[in-house]
């Protein structure tokens, strides 16, 4: 007899397309009549624009000749960021696929971001060890050029050395993750073992916290604004959520500073996504294949998903909460319902063993 207690089960959505691992997903703001987006980078160096709700495919943004490492969306979905190995960093439309601007560096890139409600500027890093601001409303806009095409945009490239740099030698080692806090003066990093938050109107570190161990993964967890609220993890603002060694770390506030919770697991955590308002959060382990869903407040396991077969390297929730997805180095993506009823593509929902 089923456990009463037990989460209903929902078969996950699996997206295929992708041909090598995938390091990376996120998705967009909640836009008009709850419509959102997925983004998904690629070693295959092919980032996917996705429905979010649904993640059926819209496009393949073509361009980049190396692994791209990270993938976000602006804040109001009309462009895309990709950090790549092949030293860019690049802006595409989303409605066109068009590649708008080409950020040079002269090293891999691993990490990219907005701020977290303006889409005309970008912060990067990677192996050059160097975390950068570009300010893309002061650059040339693309297409201006002349073009024996008129169909066709030319894209704006960009150097290093307009970008504005941000704590110039700090950092030791490559920066993996970027953070802009609901606070636009600030920015964290995350990089090896250390997570460091920066003062934009100085460009200098103010802070610095060494985790147990590398850093796997470091996202700012939010709900759209219609769906969140003061009883939520975080008192209705976005969570900072942190991968490293066996542990779980959660910050909170404007800055993102503030110290919610640590949560010591049993095994290795690969990644970690945050269910703000289901108080439970969910990890992709590590060794293994398998992403484990635990309670917030008691930190109970509520639940193991089964499906990927490498190991989950990002984890993301829709801005509504009412899924998240996974993405792994098997090269898939799976959508994992979280609500009840009909949503996207579950009709009521057939559950994973067959009795509904």
Same mark, same amino acid.
């Given at each position: 007899?089923?456990?009463?207690?037990?989460?209903?089960?929902?078969?996950?959505?699996?997206?295929?397309?992708?041909?090598?691992?995938?390091?990376?997903?996120?998705?967009?703001?909640?836009?008009?009549?709850?419509?959102?987006?997925?983004?998904?980078?690629?070693?295959?160096?092919?980032?996917?624009?996705?429905?979010?709700?649904?993640?059926?495919?819209?496009?393949?943004?073509?361009? +980049? *000749?190396? %692994?791209?490492?990270?993938?976000?969306?602006?804040? /109001?979905?009309?462009?895309?960021? =990709? &950090? $790549?190995? #092949?030293?860019?960093?690049?802006?595409?439309?989303?409605?066109?696929?068009?590649?708008?601007?080409?950020?040079?560096?002269?090293?891999?890139?691993?990490?990219?971001?907005?701020?977290?409600?303006?889409?005309?500027?970008?912060?990067?890093?990677?192996?050059?060890?160097?975390?950068?601001?570009?300010?893309?409303?002061?650059?040339?806009?693309?297409?201006?050029?002349?073009?024996?095409?008129?169909?066709?945009?030319?894209?704006?490239?960009?150097?290093?050395?307009?970008?504005?740099?941000?704590?110039?030698?700090? +950092? *030791?080692? %490559?920066?993996?993750?970027?953070?802009?806090?609901? /606070?636009?003066?600030?920015?964290? =990093? &995350? $990089?090896? #073992?250390?997570?460091?938050?920066?003062?934009?109107?100085?460009?200098?570190?103010?802070?610095?916290?060494?985790?147990?161990?590398?850093?796997?993964?470091?996202?700012?967890?939010?709900?759209?604004?219609?769906?969140?609220?003061?009883?939520?993890?975080?008192?209705?603002?976005?969570?900072?959520?942190?991968?490293?060694?066996?542990?779980?770390?959660?910050?909170?506030?404007?800055?993102?500073?503030?110290?919610?919770?640590?949560?010591?697991?049993?095994?290795?955590?690969?990644?970690?996504?945050?269910?703000?308002?289901?108080?439970?959060?969910?990890?992709?382990?590590?060794?293994?294949?398998?992403?484990?869903?635990?309670?917030?407040?008691?930190?109970?396991?509520?639940?193991?998903?089964?499906?990927?077969?490498?190991?989950?390297?990002?984890?993301?929730?829709?801005?509504?909460?009412?899924?998240?997805?996974?993405?792994?180095?098997?090269?898939?993506?799976?959508?994992?319902?979280?609500?009840?009823?009909?949503?996207?593509?579950?009709?009521?929902?057939?559950?994973?063993?067959?009795?509904?």
């Amino acid at each position: 007899m089923a456990d009463a207690t037990a989460p209903r089960q929902y078969v996950p959505l699996t997206c295929h397309g992708h041909s090598r691992p995938v390091p990376h997903l996120s998705f967009s703001p909640l836009e008009k009549e709850d419509v959102y987006y997925m983004i998904s980078a690629c070693k295959d160096g092919n980032p996917m624009l996705r429905d979010g709700q649904t993640g059926d495919w819209i496009g393949t943004f073509l361009g +980049h *000749k190396g %692994a791209v490492w990270q993938a976000r969306l602006s804040p /109001d979905a009309t462009t895309a960021a =990709t &950090a $790549s190995a #092949d030293f860019t960093a690049k802006i595409w439309d989303t409605h066109t696929g068009e590649l708008l601007y080409v950020l040079q560096h002269d090293h891999i890139v691993r990490a990219i971001a907005y701020p977290y409600d303006q889409s005309g500027m970008i912060a990067t890093g990677g192996f050059e060890k160097k975390l950068r601001i570009f300010d893309l409303q002061d650059q040339q806009p693309p297409g201006e050029q002349s073009s024996a095409n008129s169909n066709v945009v030319n894209p704006t490239t960009v150097e290093a050395s307009r970008a504005f740099e941000i704590g110039e030698g700090v +950092h *030791k080692e %490559a920066i993996k993750f970027i953070v802009w806090a609901k /606070d636009p003066r600030v920015i964290i =990093t &995350a $990089s090896g #073992d250390t997570l460091r938050w920066f003062d934009l109107p100085t460009r200098r570190c103010v802070r610095e916290v060494r985790l147990e161990g590398e850093i796997k993964s470091c996202e700012l967890v939010s709900l759209a604004s219609t769906h969140s609220a003061p009883t939520d993890i975080g008192g209705g603002l976005p969570v900072l959520a942190v991968a490293a060694g066996k542990t779980a770390y959660f910050w909170g506030g404007l800055r993102a500073e503030d110290e919610l919770k640590q949560i010591k697991l049993p095994h290795g955590i690969a990644s970690v996504g945050l269910d703000l308002k289901g108080r439970k959060f969910v990890v992709g382990e590590e060794p293994g294949t398998w992403a484990r869903v635990y309670s917030w407040d008691d930190t109970k396991e509520l639940d193991v998903h089964k499906g990927h077969h490498g190991p989950i390297w990002s984890i993301a929730f829709s801005p509504d909460g009412n899924l998240y997805a996974t993405g792994s180095e098997d090269g898939t993506i799976k959508m994992w319902k979280n609500c009840e009823g009909f949503y996207g593509l579950w009709r009521g929902g057939v559950s994973v063993n067959g009795t509904d």
